[in-house]
């Protein structure tokens, strides 16, 4: 595999990065997930506007231009020969003094790499079991608006789904409203509308979940933005995730109770197909 590293193509066992580099240390760095189909990333334009808005909030110097990375992730894609892929592309904020400060600090890194995408047959697409996680995320937190390298949260709500037998993590805020799953925003259809909860509530603004939001009204579906709690899911008419890696996944329970089925969700995911092969053929 070829690694994208700071402007070069490297074998991925070169691809190698310092042990003080601030990454490491302290998370101290952004990341987007995505699709790439037919040889083109999917949505390239909405992952860089939010890395952008990352690298603002963290006060970090992107030095590359989003036209810049596209052609380098362009030319990672010819050169891998992975057309059907999942590009990951990781900031961090490279090396500098010891410490919290970030004066001095140097050049930020950027790596970009190329990873199978996730086998999906479309007449059996996945389904997840949720577990509501024990852990809780702050509403109104700014830094989940934007794509940090620090998942702890979300890296140990997976461990105890998984440890109990589920797929996947419902999350929910200090005020006990269901905010998103630990990899995966969160729908739910409720009395003919497509709802998610506000992104204030504690959500990252899922790429994914924008296209859900803009799909919902194509195929006449209303959608809602509003706040929840766990009960609301256990009574809607059905409930989803939507995340990059594998586009709109159905909740088939809720700790351990099953959730009922939508059949808008195999509508959804329909269009979601046909946005894919409209804007990437
Ligand atoms: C916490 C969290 N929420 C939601 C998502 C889904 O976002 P996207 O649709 O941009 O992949 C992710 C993706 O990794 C995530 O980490």
Not at 36 to 55: D, I, K, S
Not at 99 to 113: A, C, D, F, H, N
Not at 172 to 196: P, R, Y
Request: charged share 25%.
């Amino acid at each position: 595999m070829i690694v994208f590293l700071n402007g070069q193509f490297v074998p991925e066992e070169q691809a190698l990065l310092s042990v003080f580099d601030r990454g490491f240390l302290y998370g101290d760095g952004l990341f987007e997930t995505l699709r790439v189909f037919n040889g083109r990333p999917f949505r390239w334009a909405q992952y860089l506007e939010r890395l952008h808005r990352g690298a603002e909030l963290l006060r970090l110097r992107l030095p590359f231009s989003a036209e810049e990375l596209r052609l380098h992730a362009d030319e990672l894609i010819r050169r891998n020969q992975m057309p059907e892929s999942v590009l990951r592309l990781s900031v961090s904020r490279g090396l500098g003094p010891r410490g919290y400060s970030i004066k001095e600090t140097e050049q930020p890194s950027v790596v970009m790499s190329l990873h199978p995408a996730p086998v999906v047959d479309p007449r059996h697409p996945p389904q997840w079991r949720l577990l509501t996680s024990s852990l809780r995320v702050a509403a109104n937190d700014p830094l989940a608006t934007i794509k940090t390298c620090n998942k702890l949260p979300q890296i140990l709500a997976r461990a105890e789904a998984e440890e109990h037998g589920a797929d996947e993590a419902l999350l929910l805020n200090t005020d006990g409203e269901v905010v998103e799953a630990a990899s995966s925003n969160l729908f739910w259809i409720e009395k003919g509308t497509l709802c998610t909860p506000p992104l204030e509530d504690g959500a990252l603004p899922g790429i994914t979940r924008a296209l859900a939001l803009e799909l919902g009204p194509t195929l006449d579906l209303p959608t809602k933005e509003k706040s929840a709690r766990p009960e609301t899911l256990h009574q809607a008419d059905g409930v989803f995730l939507t995340l990059s890696t594998l586009g709109i996944v159905e909740a088939t329970s809720l700790d351990g109770k099953p959730l009922a089925r939508s059949s808008w969700v195999a509508r959804l995911q329909a269009a979601y197909q046909r946005t894919i092969l409209e804007e990437t053929s």
